[in-house]
């Protein structure tokens, strides 16, 4: 029996290429999906165990809507983090060339990070919003009832994988500006098992801040910084009750079973109750998390033991 | 002799809606552009004394083209800001019904603004993202050269004050999610005249963690917060040149007359000197700023004569 | 059987009306030593089950012997204070008047609280310093072999309690200079037996800064203030070992049964494993302690159950 | 003319191998006066220019009546600190041996820095509580108008340049316990004249706690941690008007002409107005001050040169 995973399609997207990067999933079936709500919607309903989504860019920062789902819709998890590498290739149907195109369909945040060479190479271009890089450049093919193209676009933005997929000509590549490009993907479950610690961690959570005390930001994030935590991510979301009003996307380095981190999750905890565990789990850079030795686990335990001690004599 | 005020036009859009509340600008000329790019443009070459740009929308957050935009074009400073309630309306060519509609052209944000409604009232329907909402009203009575409509959409999401501008039929009312949303408006130039402290300012600033101490968020915030002063915006954006490495924006109570927000200034400049001033200006809510008494001008005054007094003497 | 209480002798004592004040002590044996470090050694030998030691004046601070002799002497907790209000009367071997008066002997802190009266009433007079304020007084009444008075005082400073037990003359009463002086008593055992929370208590401890981070007094002490814990105390005593190494007499409000007390005292272990817990035990003023809700036990214990819960789970 | 200088006398104490250190006080008149308040007294009255005073020392801690006495006497300035090593002998009328001494003559502090040697020594031994170690011992050498000895002392615990002026015999030489012991001097003087800055300097303040903020100890303390100044001393002291309420003793690594003290003398004033500054001089052991070179004078001025900009655009 295999297991299904959700991920935002079609092949070829970066998801997908995130998606290879999953261990567990090769060999299982993979579902293609049009957004990240569907691909959530899939794991909340159990039509899947987990989901691929992108939850952060190095261009774009923070994706919206990944993250508000994690806000708000309970149960879920992260159990793992995956990077990958952002570039583009100009594709159109074969037989056009680059003096040929007059219009470019890109999903808007494609399109923002091509801008540079889009202004030079095409400057009297239009641009067609399109909701999907990969379906978008796939609508290039299609042709309507009377043999006409269906799309009004000449050439679209797409991962270079699409030509794995699709017979479409490659007419410009690496046409980001950012060569350094990188998007990071969470694999998204609802299961309450936490992976095991691997020294070399991340967890995430989301919380409010309490609304008799705005303003207290700083507070909350000193429950990390006065246990040696390092934060390596904040961002803020709208709440959307009231300008002004947000939620905080947090990630800190380490694992919940590390003593520092579950005593700052505490102190959180004790700050605002409207706080959400999103998860310990593997840094996919692999790196080792470094920290004060005095926030080791052993010197947790040697003054939890030494207060214990001091309770049970009396 | 008239001046320019540059805004994302056309006529109609909720950013001409926030130009109406700017004083200066009744009377001048006003002149419509198609993104915040453009506007900002005008400001830095002179074709416009000031633009307004959105910059934060309390269901979608921050706007980060606006945010990129003041983070690395120099000499840019915020005079104002501007409150405008949000709310949309399902605009169509006259003679639609809501049961002739299929495709809906809107912007993403917007689409995803009215989610509920469309989902209730229109299940099967289509989207066709756009770039601009007003736009792709209009483009609603646009005719090719054979007389057919130009677009391809039936139905456009657009702000109520369309239809005092364009002959089109509104199909449905008040169809955002949160009846509460507003966006905040910031009216951007180049002079560095800051305006005059009116006890209810906010301060805005951009700046970057020092490479050498990176984490080192919490300290930087701190220069605030052990000055008694309050934040009231805390967004971060990718700086773009590796995952992880983010600027900050900062909005806080206050003007840079005060001396509490002057020295707090101070604090945050030798904590990192790449921090960009992007102005003290009135609050768009007129609230006046509440802080404790022991950060007042008078003792900083105080403390400062008393040093000062000391430092004569030998 | 009855149990000892040691306490500075003779009967008459400010710390035999501190001792006056416990409770358990009352029909028991009460043995008088001669000076804080004997009384502290018949508790460490089992002589005593307790004693009473000044610790603390209102006028001159903290008892430096017996700071020194808590953080220097293994086993020993504090099981109570008592408040005793300081006076002095000058008495002298009956007959004699004030005028006679050219000699005085006191124990030199007695002899400091008492020269503003001193030097108005007898401007002219001489200090014989003595070691216990009872003891001289009643030196006056004793006489040598050939019948001459042992003292070359001519009146001593002692409490009002002295004629109570001796026949001696008052010459003047009141004669303190701050009449609100008030000397603060410790009830010290070796037994690890802590008192039971009152909701008014005291935790006190004595704590040496890790070597290797010197000057970072502040960062222990933040280990209170970051858990709403108030300090009531904090004196300093040289290490001895050279000059600038301190150790600090730290009394905060609370029982190590309130779980922000608890945790705070973990908080400094794991800072410095130098310290040495004194007790909890009730406030001699018995004020209940005040605390911000946040920090309750319930909180705490909310808090705690969430993590827990998180680690169960996986 | 010359100056006088004020020290605790007679010749041959260690208050006057601390003055002999002060190289402006060679060659000038030496004032010995019998206490603190005498010597200090002499300062204010103008009869000395200055007056040395122990402040601190390495075994008893700070010294009650000097930092009593610099925060309640108006106009008092330290200029400069000298450290005098403690060792003692002891001291007869010529012709006495060690078998001979029954009763010792002290100062009750160096009667307790002798104790070990004491009690392995002389078990059996008498103390006579002395005002001054010098004077008792010179007291062995008067004698009554019967030519019997005026002292009831057999010996007496000196300095042991006592022998430089006085015709005693040393009966032990380094009796004190610990080898290492030093006494921490201060040159005190009414003058405003603050020392110039020599990179190795002390700044000594004495400051209450506002009385509507009681315990907020740490807060005052952060003025200086979060500013990167290092804090030598912490010592607090009974302001005597009721039980709990401290004034505090601090001194901190740097020189108010160093911007990071200047601005946290600043932040301290703010905080308290109950702040006395004490002054600010070279440092006994000549240490220069080490600190994170973001709180140099040059960043400092940089911040403050990038605010003044700002506000002088507008």
């Given at each position: 029996m295999t297991d299904t995973y959700s991920y935002l399609?079609?092949?070829?997207t970066f998801t997908e290429a995130a998606l290879r990067q999953v261990e567990a999933a090769q060999g299982q079936d993979w579902r293609a999906v049009s957004n990240i709500g569907e691909a959530l919607g899939d794991v909340v309903a159990g039509r899947s165990v987990a989901a691929v989504i992108a939850i952060e860019n190095s261009i774009d920062g923070g994706v919206s809507v990944a993250q508000d789902a994690l806000a708000t819709i309970p149960g879920l998890r992260i159990i793992g983090e995956y990077l990958v590498p952002i570039s583009f290739v100009l594709v159109a149907r074969p037989?056009?060339?680059?003096?040929?195109?007059?219009t470019i369909a890109a999903h808007p945040v494609a399109y923002a990070q091509c801008q540079g060479w889009l202004n030079a190479a095409l400057p009297a271009h239009h641009h067609l919003p399109a909701s999907s890089n990969v379906q978008s450049a796939t609508q290039l093919l299609e042709v309507d009832e009377a043999g006409n193209p269906a799309s009004i676009a000449d050439a679209a933005i797409a991962p270079p994988t699409i030509i794995d997929h699709y017979d479409l000509a490659v007419l410009a590549e690496g046409i980001i500006d950012n060569a350094a490009a990188v998007t990071r993907f969470a694999l998204v479950t609802t299961s309450t098992a936490i992976p095991a610690s691997t020294g070399a961690d991340k967890t995430s959570l989301i919380a409010e801040l309490p609304t008799d005390r705005a303003g207290s930001l700083v507070e909350m994030l000193e429950q990390f910084s006065t246990r040696g935590v390092n934060m390596s991510l904040l961002e803020s979301r709208p709440i959307g009750d009231e300008l002004g009003r947000h939620r905080f996307i947090v990630d800190v380095d380490?694992?919940?079973?590390d003593e520092r981190i579950a005593d700052a999750l505490q102190g959180v905890y004790r700050f605002t109750?409207?706080?959400?565990?999103?998860g310990s789990y593997p840094r996919a850079d692999r790196q080792p998390v470094l920290f004060d030795e005095r926030y080791s686990d052993a010197v947790y335990r040697e003054a939890r033991a030494w207060v214990a001690g001091l309770l049970s004599e009396s």
């Open positions: 399609g079609p092949a070829g037989g056009t060339t680059l003096a040929d195109v007059t380490g694992h919940i079973n109750s409207k706080v959400v565990f999103l």
